[in-house]
């Protein structure tokens, strides 16, 4: 696999400039580790619910408001554990990349 060009940001939106108080990123490994998961978990969770969103409510469970709703966190729970296995890959560049733009080793 090719290696990932470095992480060229904007100054205006580099991390820190514009942090909300109290909110800081992570400068540890297990942090930015944890961060990268849960990126990729989010990213496959939007992923699931894109492809779900063409299927019809089954009648046989009566394709209520709640099926949506649950459908929405089943799909969530699905992108949280394609992340733990890093199934994609996201993650791993997602960690590289934060740990060399902050220099954490």
């Known amino acids: ?7 060229m ?3 205006a939106l580099q991390m820190g400039s514009n942090a ?3 909110k800081t ?4 490994a297990a942090g930015i580790a944890k ?12 992923v699931f ?11 046989i469970t009566g394709g209520a408001e709640g ?6 966190l089943l799909n969530q729970e699905f992108g949280k554990s394609i992340a733990r296995t890093h199934a ?6 997602v960690q590289r990349q934060l740990l060399q733009y902050q220099e954490v080793e």
Request: no cysteine; proline share 12%.
């Open 1 to 7: 696999m090719a290696d990932v060009a470095p992480l």
């Open 9 to 11: 940001l904007d100054p």
């Open 20 to 22: 909300a108080p109290g």
């Open 25 to 28: 990123m992570p400068r540890n």
């Open 35 to 46: 961060v990268a998961e849960d990126f990729e978990a989010f990213f496959a969770g939007l």
């Open 49 to 59: 619910d894109e492809m779900s969103s063409d299927i019809e409510p089954d009648p």
């Open 67 to 72: 099926e949506a709703m649950f459908k929405s």
């Open 88 to 93: 994609l890959g996201i993650a791993d560049v």
